[in-house]
């Protein structure tokens, strides 16, 4: 099966820099997706990391270790609009094309 | 160009009762996903359609069932609820089955009591 860790809360202060960990365990790993969901909304996507290495997204950047199943995403310059939950996600290729499988998500907090 | 709309957003039944949720998807999408969401938890996948089939299927008992049309909106029916049934249910479109980039709607909000 598939299984998804990433801490259940991060507090920071508004201008700082935040780092959201994630490690996963999968049967089938092709790469590791982040979402945000701020209070009453929907998720959307923030970005997608297929190979090792930093991928970034103005004020986002998302990392990927495949020897250590490890991934995180940065958050640089922090805005109280940050304030969400960051949610890690893999793809479960158990069927043919397999679904999105959510962690339990990282609420952040961004404090003046 | 709309995004994934979903109807209705909040929904109150009882116990026992039926209940029937929609979801229109992003213009050029053709495939819905639809999830469970939990306060305080992350997405639990429920089923996917494409093609008007059901392509996959998390661990949700069959009280869960689901129907997509030829313009790719979709239906998910909850029958016999649950208290444990009262969560946030998101639908999900894509451009193909495998894509990793979701579109989700805001959800339908579920009070069973």
């Known amino acids: 099966g598939q299984s998804l860790e990433q801490p259940s809360e991060v507090t920071a202060v508004e201008g700082a820099i935040v780092q959201i960990n994630c490690t996963y365990q999968?049967?089938?790993?092709?790469?590791l997706s982040w979402y945000q969901q701020h209070d009453g909304g929907a998720p959307t996507f923030l970005s997608y990391?297929?190979?090792?290495g930093l991928e970034e997204t103005g004020r986002f950047s998302s990392f990927l270790s495949r020897s250590d199943s490890y991934g995180y995403l940065l958050l640089q310059e922090l805005q109280m609009k940050d304030s969400a939950s960051y949610f890690c996600?893999?793809?479960?290729?158990?069927?043919?094309?397999?679904?999105?499988?959510f962690g339990k998500g990282t609420k952040l907090s961004v404090k003046p | 160009d709309a995004g994934v709309t979903q109807s209705p957003t909040h929904l109150i039944k009882t116990r026992g009762q039926q209940v029937t949720l929609r979801c229109s998807p992003k213009?050029?999408?053709?495939?819905v996903s639809w999830y469970q969401q939990a306060l305080g938890q992350g997405p639990q996948f429920i089923f996917q359609?494409?093609?008007?089939?059901?392509?996959q299927r998390g661990n949700f008992p069959d009280r869960f069932s689901g129907h997509q049309f030829p313009n790719y909106s979709s239906e998910l029916n909850v029958n016999a609820l649950l208290l444990g049934d009262s969560a946030l249910y998101l639908c999900?479109?894509?451009f193909g089955q495998g894509s990793e980039k979701l579109f989700f709607g805001s959800g339908t909000q579920l009070s069973v009591l």
């Open positions: 996600a893999v793809r479960d290729y158990g069927g043919s094309q397999g679904n999105l499988i």
């Open positions: 999968t049967s089938g790993f092709y790469g």
């Open positions: 213009s050029g999408h053709d495939t």
């Open positions: 359609y494409y093609e008007e089939e059901e392509r």
């Open positions: 990391n297929a190979l090792d």
């Open positions: 999900a479109s894509s």
